[in-house]
């Protein structure tokens, strides 16, 4: 059943009520979570199973003022766009938002949505075309959540209930072993899983990183110690033994937050190490790390090509993780200076490290939160913050510095164009955006934005309106 309704301000609205079946749809476009999108009564309505080009009859599972959601009910004609998805639990699952369309319409489904975050900033920076890898086995980080009832996969879209994953097509094929010792360990010693309402139970999470030394292994953990832990490393080392390394986290709070405040080594070293860009890195349990290496190579070859180092310049890396951007970036340029800040010890320790593991002197490393350095010296800025990007402070400081030259990272399309609005009121230019598909088969897409300064079409009111607008909006 719908019903037409006027708004607030008097235009004709159409609301469906639950359960309504919506005859003859067709989907025009794709969202990021993996949703068909398609106008009904010039309502918007998210179709959970739809792809570009179906035509379907579809089922109103929610309505709102400005939108519905539904899900495929009957399919009268498949879009030509479609593939047979190969994965038994991807709707349960909920990772691989694409996998059921092919790959090349999901690079485009990409780019679109950059240029489209970009335009509603009211910015018009040139967007190359994006940078894409292959499509399966390129994960080198799980972390898998582990159930009272020990199951082990990942969480269900929109839950936390445990959806049981025996083989993951995106992640590392040898981790599969892995699990299934862990799985083996936890049944033959009764060691439970964790229940997050009633906060019983000792392993939360499995975490698994693979490098060129080996395979990681971090279990976190609702204790003080992990039973039987010695047996563990026995089991691994029989049976899987790429595990070079096997640790615990320690983690009693009641809280989202994967890793504990306490990790120590069981067995092997702290970290492991990976090869990227022709460095060598360590990488411990906690720290960033690209997940998918051989593409993170390629973005970062589109950051140093962006970023136009001579001898003389001091480059600041922000949000550095252990190191590798910056690092990559004047691996040939001794004249250079490079100060890094990454706000985990572990990760600045690691940093330290791989300057000197790879014979590096010219770099040094701060242990702060990236949001408020002082970076009033640095030639170029390259930043790769978390989802939410920079907070306006940061943004304010780079301003007012001598920088001329920033070489932005990011992983959310929309925060990536909003920070370079802020920057644009700024009196900087976001010159080009270079998309790169580090997450085949989700919603994800990366981003390398050069940004330049030189703009004198920015006056003190665009200034102000920033600050007030940054107040505002990002508290």
């Keep these: 059943m719908t019903v037409r309704t006027n708004g607030a301000d008097g235009s004709a609205r159409i609301s469906f009520a639950k359960n309504t079946i919506v005859k003859e749809v067709t989907v025009c476009d794709m969202n990021n979570l993996g949703c068909g999108v398609a106008k009904c009564g010039g309502k918007t309505v998210f179709v959970r199973g739809g792809v570009t080009d179906d035509v379907c009859d579809i089922k109103i599972i929610k309505d709102t003022a400005d939108y519905a959601v ?37 690079l485009s489904l990409k780019r679109s949505a950059v240029e489209r975050a970009f335009r509603r900033e009211g910015l018009s920076p040139t967007i190359k075309d994006i940078m894409s890898g292959r499509e399966s086995g390129y994960r080198n980080k799980v972390q898998y959540p582990v159930a009272y009832d020990r199951t082990i996969g990942y969480f269900a879209q929109r839950t936390h209930e445990v959806v049981p994953v ?31 309402t009633s906060g019983r139970g000792t392993v939360r999470h499995i975490c698994l990183r693979s490098g060129e030394s080996g395979i990681s292994v971090c279990l976190v953990i609702n204790d003080d110690s992990l039973p039987h832990a010695e047996n563990l490393v026995k ?34 070293k702290p970290y492991i190490t990976d090869r990227l860009c022709s460095l060598e890195f360590e990488i411990s349990p906690a720290s960033f ?19 136009e180092l001579s001898d003389g310049m001091t480059l600041v890396d922000l949000f550095c993780g252990v190191g590798t951007i910056g690092l990559s970036m004047i691996k040939d340029k001794p004249r250079c200076r490079l100060v890094g800040v990454e706000i985990i010890p572990e990760a600045v320790a690691n940093a330290e490290r791989n300057a000197a593991a790879n014979g590096i002197e ?32 940061l943004i304010d400081t780079i301003a007012s510095g001598d920088c001329k030259r920033v070489v932005y990272i990011s992983c959310n399309p929309s925060t990536l164009a909003r920070d370079c609005g802020y920057f644009e009121k700024h009196g900087f230019e976001t010159v080009e955006v270079t998309p790169a598909d580090l997450f085949p088969r989700t919603g994800h897409v990366e981003c390398v934005a050069l940004l330049t300064k030189g703009r004198t079409d920015i006056g003190p009111e665009s200034l102000r309106d920033l600050k007030v607008s940054a107040e505002i909006e990002i508290p």
């Excluded at 030509?80 to 090349?104: A, E």
């Excluded at 083989?167 to 936890?186: M, R, S, T």
């Excluded at 770099?363 to 306006?392: L, M």
């Design 289 to 307: 790390y690209q997940v998918n290496r051989d593409m993170a190579e390629r973005l970062y070859e589109k950051a140093a090509e962006y970023a």
């Design 235 to 268: 089991m691994l080392s029989v049976k899987c033994p790429g595990v070079v390394s096997l640790s615990v986290s320690v983690n009693k709070m009641n809280t989202n937050v994967i890793f504990g405040e306490r990790t120590f080594t069981i067995y092997g």
């Design 362 to 393: 010219n770099a040094s490393f701060v242990c702060g939160d990236a949001n408020s350095a002082e970076v009033g010296s640095a030639d170029v800025i390259v930043i790769d913050p978390p989802r939410k990007g920079c907070s306006p402070g």
């Design 166 to 196: 025996e083989h993951c097509l995106l992640q590392n094929p040898a981790f599969d072993c892995v699990i299934g010792v862990i799985k083996e360990f936890l049944d033959k010693y009764g060691i439970c899983g964790y229940d997050e």
């Design 70 to 106: 539904a899900a495929v009910d009957r399919m009268i004609s498949a879009s030509p766009r479609r593939i047979d998805p190969v994965c038994p639990v991807y709707k349960r699952c909920g990772g691989c938002v694409y996998r059921q369309i092919s790959y090349d319409y999901e």
